[in-house]
C-alpha cells in the first residue's frame, strides 16, 4: 500500500509562482507513474501533469510552458513547479501515485492541497 501527502498550496497573486511537494511513502517495491491533478468548484478533476519513472512527462495544455513536473526517485517526491500563475489555476491540487506493492499494483490520492490565484 502507498501513502502520499502534499504540500505547498497558498495563496498567491497573478504572475506568481507556487510550488508543490508530494511524497510517497508505504510498503512497495516501487512507483511508476507520479502525478497531478487538480480540481475547481463545480469542476472535474483533470490532469495537471504527470511522470513516469524513466522521467516521460505529461502536461495538460492550459499548463505547457509555466508548470514544471520533477521527481526525486530516491525521495519518492513529486514535485510542481507553478509559474506564472493565472486566476484560472485556482483549484485543489492533487496528487496521485502507482505503486507495486506485495499484493499488485495500487493507486493512493493525497488529501488536496489548495492553490488560490487572486487577479
Known amino acids: 500500500q502507498v501513502q502520499v501527502v502534499e504540500s505547498g498550496g497558498g495563496l498567491v497573486q497573478a504572475g506568481g509562482s507556487l510550488r508543490l511537494s508530494c511524497a510517497a511513502s508505504?510498503?512497495?517495491?516501487?512507483?511508476?507513474?507520479m502525478g497531478w491533478y487538480r480540481q475547481a468548484p463545480g469542476k472535474q478533476r483533470e490532469l495537471v501533469a504527470s511522470i513516469t519513472q524513466s522521467g516521460t512527462t505529461n502536461y495538460a495544455d492550459s499548463v505547457k510552458g509555466r508548470f514544471t513536473i520533477s521527481r526525486d526517485i530516491i525521495k519518492n517526491t513529486v514535485y510542481l513547479q507553478m509559474n506564472s500563475l493565472k486566476p484560472e489555476d485556482t483549484a485543489v491540487y492533487y496528487c496521485?501515485?502507482?505503486?507495486?506493492?506485495?499484493?499488485?499494483?495500487?493507486?493512493?490520492w493525497g488529501q488536496g492541497t489548495q492553490v488560490t490565484v487572486s487577479s
Open positions: 496521485n501515485a502507482a505503486a507495486m506493492g506485495r499484493t499488485g499494483w495500487s493507486t493512493a
Open positions: 508505504g510498503d512497495f517495491f516501487g512507483i511508476n507513474t
